[in-house]
């Protein structure tokens, strides 16, 4: 057997002892490595237990020995049975009553075996069932837990994007928010950079810029007159040539002059390249 399941259905018949030899070695050998089909026997074995004791034992009642005898007291005193019979033929009567209730017996005790084994198969089709509806369920939640930790997941993605759009507008429409264009010498891209002087950020936008190639990034620059570029931070573009990007300013920090140039991946301390993009503050 390949399918798990095909040994998970022979758990019941195994419990029941009502699998041939081949299968049953078969099924022991599987047991050896199995805890759940293990579980399963287990299982089945306690409810057919169960069952075995669930019908009540019910004893003679206790005045009937007291009617046998004084009726063998009456018979014996008048010498004849009840009804007519002679001590004899009442003998021979009863010896043929007990013969054909012994005879009785043996038949209908494979009968009451045969209904207690359709009760116990029936009980454990049932429990069965029951464990595999409730397995069903179970899959069912973890299904339903699963894409609900998708949407936290799909939310909080959002939330940080709707932060950074608010951080963005914030810090574009300030009331001393400086502008400037950076563009290239020949064809575009060009840029644009927003200078929020009360937050200290500053945003830039930039247009027809391909991304950058692999293991490369862009890098905005600000210079002041003087001194070294100081690196404002890294960025790329998407596949449409756009790029948006919100940067925290180094306190103190000014400058007159921005630029971007392209760098390796995580940004050089200094320009590596000339500025492919440049415009005034």
């Known amino acids: ?49 169960t069952l075995a004791h669930a019908a009540p034992v019910h004893g003679p009642p206790p005045h009937l020995k007291d009617r046998i005898l004084a009726r063998v007291r009456e018979s014996r005193d ?14 021979g009567r009863r010896g043929r009553d007990g013969t ?38 179970v899959q069912q939640l973890a299904a339903i837990e699963n894409e609900l930790g998708t949407s936290r997941a799909q939310i909080a993605v959002l939330d940080s994007t709707l932060a950074e759009r608010d951080s963005l507008f914030a810090a574009l429409l300030g009331p001393d928010v400086t502008v400037a264009r950076l563009v290239s010498q020949g064809q575009p891209p060009s840029a644009q950079l ?29 210079i002041a007159q003087g001194s070294n570029p100081v690196s404002l931070g890294t960025f790329d573009s998407d596949l ?3 790029a948006v990007a919100l940067f925290s300013l180094p306190p103190g ?24 993009l440049i415009g005034a503050i």
């Open 1 to 49: 057997m390949n399918d798990h399941q095909d040994w998970k259905d022979l758990a019941a018949s195994y419990a029941l002892d009502a699998l041939d030899a081949p299968d049953r070695q078969a099924f022991e050998s599987h047991l050896a490595d199995c805890v759940a089909c293990r579980d399963d026997v287990q299982a089945y074995r306690e409810v057919a237990g």
């Open 78 to 91: 008048a010498g004849a049975e009840p009804g007519g019979w002679s001590r004899e033929a009442a003998i």
């Open 100 to 137: 054909t209730r012994r005879a009785l017996m043996p038949q209908w005790r494979p009968l009451a075996l045969a209904a207690s084994v359709i009760l116990a198969v029936g009980a454990l089709l049932l429990f069965a069932l029951e464990r595999s509806r409730s397995a069903g369920l």
């Open 194 to 222: 927003y200078w929020n002087r009360t937050r200290n950020t500053i945003v830039i936008a930039a247009h027809d810029l391909p991304p950058a190639p692999a293991g490369r990034i862009y890098q905005l620059w600000g």
């Open 240 to 242: 449409t040539g756009r």
């Open 253 to 276: 920090v000014r400058f007159q002059t921005g630029a971007v140039t392209e760098e390796p991946a995580g940004g050089s301390p200094q320009p590596t390249t000339d500025p492919f």
